[in-house]
């Protein structure tokens, strides 16, 4: 079974940077897995973050970017506010249709 | 503007069976893959199936592989989920979703189906 790998949580201060991972307990994430990453607030639908590993969606902020980091993909927040609490999820295209979504990161700024 | 609007869910006994419809507008439906994700409650989304523009790719999870099918009608511009067989483990906000250059682009606002007995 694929298994798609986050960190449970992660806190970050005001202003600082976090990188979140996502990874595969079958082996490397790479770009032909197309990972995209997600927010999500309490009560509202996920909206994009990054999709095709460094793309960011529009009206993004910049200080979101995604990169591949090793064996894994990665979003990295630079200068995180208080509105970047959130629950953090990666997507990866398995191919054929279909995808897999990690566990998430609850993310803390404080 | 983009807008996906979901119905279809309620609560309904193990065994039984719902259909989940989602209205799209601002866009040619027939032009996009289109999926279905589901989240539990307290949970992470899950994907659950997907429909390629030209129909010629449809998957389902394995957790609903048998038992839920995807379509579309182009005319009404909506995408459908047939879920037979229902479990309880089978409760959560049914999101439908589009799919754009590998990217969940567009999200609707969610129908919340509840299995119990």
């Known amino acids: 079974q694929t298994v798609v790998t986050q960190e449970p949580s992660f806190s970050v201060s005001p202003g600082g940077t976090v990188t979140l991972t996502c990874g595969l307990n079958s082996g490397s994430v790479s770009a032909n897995y197309y990972p995209s990453w997600y927010q999500q607030t309490p009560g509202q639908a996920p909206r994009t973050l990054i999709y095709n590993t460094n793309t960011r969606s529009s009206g993004v902020p910049d200080r979101f970017s995604g990169s591949m980091l090793g064996t894994k993909a990665a979003l990295t927040i630079t200068g995180a506010q208080a509105d970047d609490e959130s629950d953090y999820y990666c997507?990866?295209?398995?191919?054929?249709?279909?995808?897999?979504f990690g566990g998430g990161t609850k993310l803390t700024v404080l | 503007e983009v807008e996906l609007v979901e119905s279809g869910g309620g609560f309904v006994q193990p065994g039984g069976s719902l259909r989940l419809s989602c209205v799209a507008s601002?866009?040619?439906?027939?032009?996009?893959?289109m999926n279905w994700v589901r989240q539990a409650p307290g949970k992470g989304p899950e994907w659950v199936s997907y429909?390629?523009?030209?129909?010629?790719?449809?998957s389902y999870a394995d957790s609903v592989k048998g038992r839920f099918t995807i379509s579309t009608d182009n005319a009404k511009n909506s995408l459908f989920l047939q879920m037979n067989s229902l479990r309880v483990e089978d409760t959560a906000v049914y999101y439908c979703v589009r799919d754009w250059n590998y990217n969940f682009d567009h999200w609707g606002q969610g129908t919340l189906v509840t299995v119990s007995s």
């Open positions: 601002g866009f040619t439906i027939s032009s996009y893959s």
């Open positions: 429909i390629s523009t030209t129909y010629s790719i449809i």
């Open positions: 997507v990866l295209y398995m191919g054929s249709g279909t995808w897999v």
